[in-house]
């Protein structure tokens, strides 16, 4: 299930550089429930940071990741904002270089959530799991609209019990 690679062997024999120059913004607002979350949360074993996409396979990695943390685990496992985590050194960023395991739920091969934790935490050695490799369906699908709600939610539960049979 490790791939420690931001660049999977799926990318049709393109070269993809290791990094790209990028200026992100630093986020000027700081949530005060996101922070009370993340310390309330600290000391659980395993923090999850999972792909956000849009596509089909990024919302069944997601629905995996919320199954997971909030129902499967929750006593073992904290859910990571990613967007908060990539956008300010403060809690969510915090929970993600502190945990003593981290598993990076990504979507597909692409494994865009460690590819940006990667961009802000030097060093930063996740646990990648790529959801889509863990269920059958029909790999030409794209869009979230391609695949009812009930099959997707199935696809989602089967990767998230996957994934907790390893605590």
Same mark, same amino acid.
């Given at each position: 299930m490790n791939n420690p690679s931001c660049c999977g062997p799926e990318n049709n024999g393109q070269v993809i550089e290791s990094y790209e120059d990028i200026r992100i913004e630093s986020a000027k607002n700081i949530c005060g429930l996101c922070e009370n979350y993340a310390e309330r949360q600290k000391s659980k074993p395993i923090a999850v940071m999972c792909c956000e996409g849009a596509c089909l396979r990024g919302d069944i990695a997601r629905q995996a990741a919320n199954i997971l943390c909030h129902t499967l685990a929750p006593e073992? *496992?904290?859910?990571?904002?990613?967007? @908060?985590?990539? *956008?300010?050194?403060t809690g969510q960023r915090n929970l993600v270089r502190t945990a003593p395991r981290l598993i990076s739920l990504e979507g597909c091969f692409v494994n865009c959530s460690s590819c940006m934790m990667h @961009?802000? &935490?030097? @060093?930063?050695?996740?646990?990648? &799991?790529?959801? %889509?490799?863990?269920? %059958?369906? %029909?790999?030409?699908?794209? @869009?979230? %609209?391609? !695949?009812?709600?009930?099959?997707?939610?199935?696809?989602?539960? *089967?990767?998230? !019990?996957k994934i907790a049979a390893t605590f």
């Open positions: 073992k *496992t904290v859910r990571i904002c990613l967007g @908060g985590a990539f *956008t300010k050194n @961009g802000v &935490i030097q @060093g930063l050695e996740p646990e990648v &799991i790529i959801a %889509d490799r863990l269920y %059958d369906f %029909d790999r030409n699908l794209f @869009g979230i %609209d391609e !695949m009812s709600p009930e099959e997707a939610r199935v696809h989602a539960n *089967t990767v998230a !019990m």
